[in-house]
Nanobody
Framework: QVQLVESGGGLVQPGGSLRLSCAAS????????MGWYRQDPGNQRELVAT???????VYADFVKGRFTVSRDNAENTVSLQMTNLRPEDTAVYYC????????????WGQGAQVTVSS
């Protein structure tokens, strides 16, 4: 199994910054994708950013230029540095790991609440 544990959520003022981290443990394939999705009440879970084991990143349009995803392959961690936060960024942020190759095996963290409010 794979376990993902997020940390770093909290309350931040608009325009502020926050850093989320996710630590993975268990049966992690050398070829994988890690990253972040988010979900607020009434909305579907949506992609925020992902990064593959070879360093290829994918960002949602609404976070480009504000968020940066990074990973440490040796430690099996992924981070999301969030800057210029907006109230619309308020959501539960979920860490994801997808084991590859073959049929993707998808794992989720428990979620970290991010609240952007004055």
């Amino acid at each position: 199994q794979v376990q993902l544990v997020e940390s770093g959520g909290g309350l931040v003022q608009p325009g502020g910054s926050l850093r989320l981290s996710c630590a993975a443990s268990g049966s992690i394939n050398s070829i994988n994708v890690m990253g972040w999705y988010r979900q607020d009440p009434g909305n579907q879970r949506e992609l925020v950013a992902t990064i593959s084991s070879d360093g290829i990143t994918v960002y949602a349009d609404f976070v480009k230029g504000r968020f940066t995803v990074s990973r440490d392959n040796a430690e099996n961690t992924v981070s999301l540095q969030m800057t210029n936060l907006r109230p619309e960024d308020t959501a539960v942020y979920y860490c994801i790991l997808v084991n590859l190759p073959g049929r993707p095996q998808q794992y989720w963290g428990q979620g970290a609440q991010v609240t952007v409010s004055s």
